[in-house]
């Protein structure tokens, strides 16, 4: 078992035990989308009602250093050490992105990851509020649209426009190859 899976196994077994709801996120999900990108934690979505019954429960399985701000708790083990982000997220928002959701083999572990518009859309927003974040974000949203033949007009637009701007959406579809081919909604 590689560093990322022996890490993820542990995490989902927390979360099982703690009854926890939760989204994989971040780099393995824009993977699994079909963009192989370099990522050197394990992102996790979800409603965390109760931080210190999550940090014991992650102390108890071997995270004994961790990190709390208001939207997220950094974890980690000594060994091996991949650092696993615990993202906070209101309730309302967490079931709506549940309803669309997909179960997902990532890391040889089955988890439940957003549908690839909604990962699309929280790539737009994080772009929206995070200056330093922005690189990466406009390159996942183009990688991921090449990849999966996206129609620009019809989904990143309006996706932009919602969880961003204009400015945005210009700035992704000014990186997209030309490509006949693009697949409509």
Known sequence: ??????????????????KMDHLLVGGHVVTH??????????????VIPDVGAIVKAMRNA?????????????????????RVDFLRIDMGTFTKLMRSAVTANILGCQVIIPSLTDLLAMKFFSYSQS???RFKDLDDIVCLSNANKLNPEAILRPLALRFADEEAYQRV?????????????
């Open 33 to 46: 989308y079909g963009y192989t990108r370099m990522t050197t934690d394990i992102d996790l979505m979800m």
């Open 131 to 133: 200056p330093m974040r």
């Open 1 to 18: 078992m590689n560093p990322y899976q022996a890490t993820l196994v542990s995490v989902l077994e927390v979360l099982q035990e703690q």
């Open 62 to 82: 071997g995270f004994t250093s961790y990190s709390i701000s208001p939207l997220v708790i950094f974890f980690q083990k000594s060994e091996p050490s991949i």
């Open 173 to 185: 579809y000014a990186m997209l190859p030309p490509n006949p081919e693009r697949n409509a909604p």
